[in-house]
């Protein structure tokens, strides 16, 4: 499967922005798909992940603002994200994997581009 993840850009804190990725050559109803990002400083690192049964999992930076959905009928993974602040200045990337990965990269085998968000105070 071939991921693009876009929706990216700049943000005041305190905002919101959506991302989104588009999966092709593959169901995406098959695959647990998840969301990362990484900066320079720091590994990557799990911000959500669904699996394939809907079931979410968070990063604990995240929880209560970000939410995670798919559209398995469109293909697409979703990210909205609210409440931003300058910590979540990241390159962010979406994943998927026939096998639950939860929020470890380790655990993904196909990788979108990345988007880049940044959050400005």
């Known amino acids: 499967v071939q991921l693009q993840a876009s929706g990216g850009g700049l943000v005041q804190a305190g905002g919101s922005l959506s991302l989104s990725c588009a999966a092709s050559?593959?169901?995406?109803?098959?695959?647990?798909v998840a969301w990362f990002r990484q900066t320079p400083e720091k590994e990557r690192e799990g911000v959500a992940a669904i699996s394939r049964t809907g079931f979410r999992s968070y990063g604990d930076s995240v929880k209560g603002r970000f939410t995670i959905s798919r559209d398995n009928a469109k293909s697409t993974l979703n990210l909205r994200m609210n409440s931003l602040n300058t910590e979540d200045t990241a390159v962010y990337y979406c994943a998927a994997s026939k096998v639950w990965g939860n929020l470890n990269p380790q655990g993904y085998d196909y990788w979108g581009q990345g988007t880049q968000v940044t959050v400005s105070s």
């Open positions: 050559g593959g169901a995406l109803s098959t695959y647990a």
